[in-house]
């Protein structure tokens, strides 16, 4: 939780309201209860504008608890960015489960999904609203628009530093869009309002993002405290090692050599360390870890949310769990670890399992909607490094660390064994730095010869664990579909089962397809 992001996040909304309804046509310009003609007079309005869209990320409408939500049709906190973006990279992989049972969570738990479940569909709609308010942004701070309102120079700089952290944003987005639903609409500021948007390919947005954010890198602000929870030059490295890691899946081209340069140079950086507590990265005060580099911000008192961390810590508590440990008011007997996940680990050596919870529960999920059906797994806890409890017991102020340090070394490694150049040792030796976090000493270092790419995969699984990586890195192995490696629930039986090969990217919501006839669906929907 940083309190200084998370202000300016809560004042959003005094900015403007946006709302979303049944189709997001991103060419549409946003509805505001104010025009641009009275809305920039205030000089903090570009600061807040700005806020609303971080708080796109955080928080699912305008108001405490997601009230007045941003997304029509559908509840603003099961709606919010994160929880939507979680549960498609989890739920349908070898890592979490859901129990419950509304209407399209069944879907996700078990790769049965159509065009028309509303989880792909929100993800979707998402997606495209944060790019229309970024777009907007862009288009009000355009050096002309500047000078027509007479914003001082020392403003218009600021301004310029703004707008890159908009395009990042974008980018941000975009890249979630192709991963997830491959070729899409690609609307910038640049293109005319209330003509439907063409669909573009997974190949162009991807060279898109590649370009937008290698030409902002020196625009953003440096990283430090005060612009912790904001995009920095080295989140945009870190974003564009995500990107170049999977190029391959978006274009047919491997971009390993990239994916390791981009990674070095965060590294490289000197801007941020491994924490020496892994614990420390998802408690109420992870913002103050020196690993992250993005984070998506909460806070119990000021950006009050049903989704985000606030779900994935309520829904991981039930059972006999005590809801006081995890800091919280209450367990929603929601997420558990299918089996796969929970035995990946040195159960014994590995403190990244330490946080399991077995009492009362099962290995197997033998019922999806039985919280005792499967191991428990609060790594998130709204409690701070010194054991305090958060601002909240209802709201979390733990943030979700979207990128940090530890990721770097792994892409690194992951993309020096594909062919993409570095030091092979260096790779080790980064690999290794995680493993004796992990294991408190060197017991779990590996060896050269141990350094393979299920390796990596699997310690992936062990890092990264419910931190919303998995599906996009069982795509990249060519695992996520297909018989080649079966897991509980996988294609809807308890034992699994080979799924089809369409089901690596989402459907485009059948809604979508109806209000814009230049787009076609994605093959098998």
Known sequence: MNPRTCKALASAAALLFVAAAGCTDTTVEPVSTITSANIFSDPSSYQKFLAKIYAGLAVGGESSG????????????????????????????????????????????????????????????????????????????????????????????????YRAEA?????????????????????????????????????????????????????????????????????????????????????????????????????????????????????????????????????????????????????????????????????????????????????????????????????????ISNFNAGYAAPKFENVTSTGQPGSNPGFVDTDFPMFRLGEAYLIYAEANLRGGGGDAGQALTYVNALRERAYGNTSGDITAAQMTLPFILDERGRELLWEAHRRTDLVRYGLFTGGSYIWSWKGGTSAGAATDAHLNIFPIPATELVANPKLKQNPGY
């Open 66 to 161: 997601d009230g007045r939500t941003d997304i029509q049709g559908i509840d603003g906190g099961f709606s919010q960015y994160l929880r939507i973006y979680w549960e498609s990279e989890e739920l349908p992989t070898d890592e979490a489960v859901l129990a419950w049972g509304d209407i399209g969570i069944p879907d996700m738990n078990t790769q049965t999904w159509n065009a028309f479940n509303v989880f792909p569909q929100s993800m979707y709609y998402r997606i495209m609203l944060q790019a229309t308010w970024a777009n907007e942004f862009l288009r009000q701070t355009t050096d002309a628009q500047l000078a027509s309102r007479g914003v001082s120079t020392a403003l218009k700089a600021t301004v310029q530093q």
């Open 167 to 367: 395009r990042f944003l974008r980018a941000l987005s975009y890249w979630h869009g192709i991963d997830l639903f491959g070729d899409i609409p690609l609307v910038t500021e640049n293109d005319p309002i209330g003509t439907p948007p063409a669909q573009s390919t997974r190949a162009i947005i991807y060279a898109y993002i590649v370009s937008e954010l290698t030409a902002i890198q020196s625009q953003l602000p440096a990283p430090g405290a005060s612009t912790y929870g904001r995009a920095t030059g080295p989140a945009a490295s870190m974003l564009l090692a995500e990107v170049y890691l999977n190029a391959g899946v978006y274009t047919g081209t491997p971009a390993y050599s990239q994916a390791l340069a981009a990674a070095q140079a965060v590294i490289s950086s000197g801007a941020y360390s491994i924490d020496p507590s892994y614990r420390h990265l998802f408690q109420a005060d992870n913002n103050t870890s020196p690993e992250i580099i993005f984070a998506i911000t909460q806070d119990g008192l000021r950006t009050q949310t049903y989704g985000g961390v606030n779900f994935i810590i309520h829904a991981a508590c039930g059972g006999s769990m005590s809801p006081s440990a995890s800091g919280i008011d209450g367990c929603w007997y929601g997420n558990r670890l299918k089996p796969e996940a929970y035995l990946r680990y040195d159960l014994v050596n590995d403190g990244r399992a330490s946080f399991f919870y077995t009492t009362g529960q099962t290995l197997d999920v033998s019922s």
